[in-house]
């Protein structure tokens, strides 16, 4: 019987062992899309205990709590720091499979120093522990990122933010990791929203360009395009429920356009048209700047209408969206490449079932020179898990280039979640292993595994985001 969480935690072979400690092991972080406070990074946020780190706003967590039932009091509500904290470490202590239960456990070993295990009989004093480690002055948010070997985060940002909190950060020689913005324009998309009209006000008053057509919109997200380039931007992210293509004519946009001004309800067909020109206009803009444009699809948001009402979105209440028509997303990727405008794509679905499906539709557009071109992304929310990145890097691997793969991502609002990158370090090494403890790949090219280890961890994501980075 192994030892729980071991040095050799998840790798089951030698060669598995090798490729991790070896290779994987100590590469650095490189965090292309995360949601995490530029602000906290600015302003080098402390901590005042372990519950503001771990439990605010970590809708992972929040899930699984109401999974046992848990009131909404020690979750959300108006309870104690201290009281949420026990009552997560309840719940965890029973959490048999989740990977809420490695990973928690990684984070404590490598920022708080506990080797034990958290359940309800040690809560208490695990919450003492990591708030006396909270105390030091290198527990801050920075030393945190620093500790973690990050050397780039991308966060998320909308058209009309003013990236104050980059400039400040970029400002300060005394902290070497870049902090750069990533486009997420999914305010201006989501035309079928209450609040979209006046958002459409405020993206006028930022831009400077008075927005009363399609085109003018798409002139006011160019000035704010250009103006993210100039903070060192080359990332974009759309969240989608699918990428439906229905072709339109200018005027046929125009008239959506002025129809949902004026405060009009909108057909699902009439959506659907905007969604795509829209889309296609975000898509050209992309490839003329050499951008990178991620997609992510096939999640049903805020199912718990109550609940919706009461916490607002990213609250724990979305689900798999079970249907998405991939044969629209070829034509779309079509389009963008009919006009020689499809620019580097990572496509993430919440959906496992289209994994193959992403696979084969995004090799009929990788064309050279550039390595894995159109990329499936690493198992995403619910399918970041043992058996999703096991899956994602199977799928990957059948269809396609793994070698390519740009690897994993945090996606995460906590600055202690970059253990998760250990995490599908050592899941990809043991994969890579099982290749060669099966007679599938040849163990005199161990070496070459283990520079592919290395890529994935770290290095094809330097080359290509074609960030100002050394690779190692």
């Keep these: 019987m192994k030892k729980f969480m071991d040095a050799d935690f998840l790798l089951q072979s030698e060669s598995a062992k090798k490729l991790y400690h070896d290779y994987a092991e100590n590469m650095p972080i490189l965090d292309y899309h995360c949601h995490i406070s530029p602000r906290e990074i600015a302003e080098d946020r402390h901590f005042d205990n372990i519950t503001q ?62 080797n034990g295990i958290l359940n309800e009989s040690t809560a208490e004093e695990v919450y003492d522990i990591c708030n006396k480690v909270l105390q030091s002055p290198d527990m801050s948010v920075r030393k945190l990122i620093k500790m973690s070997d990050v050397t780039l985060i991308c966060t998320t940002d909308d058209p009309v933010d003013t990236l104050e909190w980059h400039d400040k950060i970029a400002a300060d020689e005394t902290f070497d990791v870049q902090v750069l913005p990533a486009w997420r324009p999914d305010k201006a998309k989501n035309i079928i929203k209450p609040e979209f009209v006046s958002y459409i006000g405020t993206l006028s008053e930022v831009s400077g360009v008075k927005i009363d057509s399609f085109k003018s919109l798409k002139e006011a997200l160019r000035v704010r395009l250009d103006y993210f380039a100039s903070k060192g931007c080359n990332v974009t992210d759309h969240a989608l429920e699918y990428v439906m293509y229905k072709p339109a004519t200018d005027d046929e946009v125009e008239a959506i356009f002025a129809k949902r001004l004026r405060g009009e309800t909108l057909t699902n067909e009439e959506y659907l048209k905007y969604q795509t020109a829209f889309m296609l206009f975000e898509g050209e803009e992309i490839a003329k700047r050499g951008w990178v444009m991620q997609l992510h699809f096939g999640c049903k948001r805020d199912n718990n209408s109550p609940m919706f009402e009461k916490l607002g979105p990213d609250t724990g209440f979305d689900t798999i969206d ?63 898990t043992k058996q999703g990145m096991e899956r994602q890097l199977a ?31 050592r899941i990809l090494c043991n994969y890579l292993g099982s290749l060669v403890e099966n007679g599938e790949y040849p163990e005199e090219n161990l070496d070459i595994l283990g520079e592919i280890a290395k890529d994935i961890s770290y290095n094809n994501a330097v080359r290509y985001f074609k960030f100002s980075l050394e690779t190692r």
């Design 395 to 425: 799928f990957v691997a059948e269809s396609g280039n793994l070698s390519g793969f740009v690897g994993m991502l945090t996606d995460s609002r906590s600055f202690t979640s970059y253990t998760r990158h250990d995490y599908f370090r």
């Design 53 to 114: 780190v771990w439990l605010g706003g970590d809708h992972y967590k929040w899930r699984l709590m109401r999974a046992f039932g848990v009131d909404e009091k020690y979750i959300t509500g108006e309870a104690s720091d201290k009281e949420k904290f026990v009552m997560f470490a309840k719940c965890l202590g029973k959490a048999v499979g989740n990977p809420l239960y490695h990973w928690a456990h990684l984070e404590l070993r490598k920022y708080f120093g506990y």
């Design 322 to 384: 079970a249907y998405y028509p991939m044969g629209e997303l070829a034509d779309f990727l079509n389009a963008l490449h009919s006009k020689n405008s499809l620019p580097k794509t990572i496509l993430y679905s919440l959906n496992p079932n289209d994994d193959k499906i992403i696979n084969t539709t995004l090799n009929a557009f990788n064309e050279g020179p550039t390595v894995a071109k159109i990329q499936q992304g690493s198992a995403w929310w619910f399918n970041d």
